[in-house]
C-alpha cells in the first residue's frame, strides 16, 4: 500500500468501482436547487461521453452526491473526479454570481490559489469489490433521498436526481449510466 493509499479517503485506482461521496463545503445545502444539481448531472455525462468515467448510479442531495463510479483514465493532467470538483466549482461560482452574488461569500476561503471553495477537501472512496458491497451501496444511495433526517419525498421512486428509477422501473432518465448489474 503506498502512501496516497493509507492517507487519503478519496484515493480511487483506475478501472476500478467505487462509492464516492462529496460533500459541500461546511454542509451548505447548495444543491437545493436544481439548477446547481443539473451542473452535476452535466458534468457526469461530459466525463462519460469522453470515455473518462461510467457512471453506474448517483442521487443528488442538499448539500452533497453519491455516485457509483469507475474512472477510466486520467483527464489531461488531472484525475477525472478532479476535473469533476474543478468544474462544478467553476459552474456554481458562475451560477451564483448571477443569481446570488451576496451567498457567494458563504464560500470564501483564504487561499492563495482560489477565493472560493464549494466541495469539502478529500472526498470518501470505498472500493466496491464485491456484488453484496455494491449492492448495499447501491441500495443505500437510493433510499437516501427518503432517510429520515432528509425526507427529501416520501417514495424514493420518486426522486428525480437519482438513477432509482433506472435500476427499479428500468427506465433510463440519464443516457450516461451504465448497468451496474453487469458489472459484478
Do not use: C
Request: no cysteine.
Amino acid at each position: 500500500m503506498n502512501y496516497q493509499e493509507k492517507h487519503r479517503k478519496s484515493y480511487i485506482r483506475i478501472g476500478e468501482i467505487y462509492f464516492w461521496t462529496a460533500t459541500i463545503n461546511n454542509w451548505m445545502k447548495l444543491l437545493m436547487s436544481d439548477q446547481y444539481k443539473d451542473i452535476i448531472i452535466s458534468s457526469f455525462r461530459y466525463l462519460s461521453n469522453a470515455g473518462k468515467i461510467d457512471v453506474f448510479a448517483f442521487v443528488i442531495m442538499p448539500n452533497h452526491i453519491h455516485v457509483i463510479w469507475r474512472i477510466n483514465a486520467m483527464n489531461g493532467k488531472e484525475t477525472a473526479q478532479g476535473s469533476f470538483l474543478k468544474y462544478t466549482a467553476h459552474e456554481f461560482r458562475k451560477l451564483l454570481l448571477r443569481e446570488d452574488p451576496a451567498m457567494l461569500s458563504l464560500y470564501t476561503v483564504g487561499a492563495s490559489n482560489k477565493l472560493h471553495e464549494f466541495w469539502q477537501r478529500d472526498p470518501l472512496a470505498i472500493h466496491l469489490y464485491s456484488r453484496e458491497v455494491a449492492y448495499q451501496k447501491l441500495d443505500y444511495l437510493h433510499r437516501n433521498p427518503t432517510a429520515k433526517h432528509w425526507q427529501l419525498t416520501n417514495d424514493y421512486l420518486s426522486y428525480t436526481y437519482s438513477s432509482v428509477r433506472f435500476y427499479e422501473l428500468d427506465i433510463k432518465e440519464y443516457d450516461f449510466l451504465k448497468d451496474l448489474r453487469e458489472e459484478f
